[in-house]
């Protein structure tokens, strides 16, 4: 599984949001991207990340920063996830885990002694013209947006 650095170029992809429109990487051109890969919608860290990004928005949005989430859920999953959540950016659905393969983040975990394959929690932040700027493997829910908030700050200097 290989891991994307500072200096790497964003994989592509191209999936369905919650509302079954299809998101590509090439959409964000011209804006920055803060996209983060969450294991399953509705469960407790999951919310607690989605809640936070969608708190920044406002913040990321004066900054020219985009948000977009991704995990193996369905579209009807993600819709409500984000109609409960009332969380307001696209949530995309990566079923056969295609993108999180890109990302190096589709990976070994283990619960309870037993192994199983599942997304890695992480988080990029990408440039207006899809370079990586960051990135942020294994993640904890809260640590998203601080993550962010440092690398922009640390960016403008």
Avoid at 12 to 20: A, E, I, P, V, Y
Avoid at 86 to 108: I, T
Wanted: aromatic content about 8%; glycine content about 8%.
């Amino acid at each position: 599984m290989a891991k994307l650095t500072s200096g790497d170029k964003a994989p592509n992809f191209k999936l369905k949001d919650q509302d079954g429109s299809m998101v590509k990487l090439s959409d964000f051109k011209g804006k920055k991207l803060l996209l983060y890969f969450y294991p399953k919608a509705n469960t407790s860290g999951c919310t607690t990340q989605s809640r936070n990004v969608s708190e920044a928005l406002p913040e990321l949005s004066r900054l020219k920063v985009a948000a977009a989430g991704i995990s193996p859920d369905d579209p009807k999953a993600q819709k409500k996830f984000d109609d409960k959540n009332d969380l307001g950016f696209p949530l995309l659905s990566d079923p056969d885990h295609a993108v999180a393969d890109a990302y190096g983040v589709w990976g070994e975990k283990s619960m309870y002694g037993k192994k199983y394959m599942g997304i890695l929690r992480s988080s990029f932040l990408m440039d207006e013209k899809g370079k990586i700027l960051n990135s942020w493997y294994k993640v904890s829910p809260k640590d998203t947006i601080p993550l962010v908030q440092k690398a922009l700050e640390e960016g403008r200097k």
